[in-house]
């Protein structure tokens, strides 16, 4: 079973920026579509950004723009570039593969927009 361990969070004010990791306990993420998922309080996890096996990407209406995904295979590692975060951005932040059988969920990554 495949373990995902994100990092990279923390505490910004608006407008400011983070970039956050996504590891891999075994060397598979180059054969899957990744993507970057985000679960706020009271609210259901939404995927914000995908990335393919061939590096294309897509985002959420809500985050295009601000926010870029890309991939190092060679580190087995996803990246989430957050940009002139907002305070709706808050939220714990999960990666997975784009598969329909998913990994183990890891603990995730909390990111607070707070002034």
């Known amino acids: 079973q495949v373990q995902l361990v994100e990092s990279g969070g923390g505490l910004v004010q608006p407008g400011g920026s983070l970039r956050l990791s996504c590891t891999a306990s075994?060397?598979?993420?180059?054969?899957?579509?990744m993507g970057w998922y985000r679960q706020a309080p009271g609210k259901q996890r939404e995927l914000v950004a995908s990335?393919?096996?061939?590096?294309?990407?897509n985002y959420a209406d809500s985050v295009k723009g601000r926010f870029t995904i890309s991939r190092d295979n060679t580190k087995n590692t996803v990246y989430l570039q957050m940009n002139s975060l907002k305070p709706e951005d808050t939220a714990v932040y999960y990666c997975?593969?784009?598969?329909?059988?998913?990994?183990?969920w890891g603990q995730g990554t909390q990111v607070t927009v707070s002034s």
């Open positions: 997975n593969n784009m598969g329909i059988t998913k990994w183990n």
């Open positions: 990335i393919s096996v061939t590096s294309n990407t």
């Open positions: 075994r060397s598979i993420l180059s054969f899957y579509g």
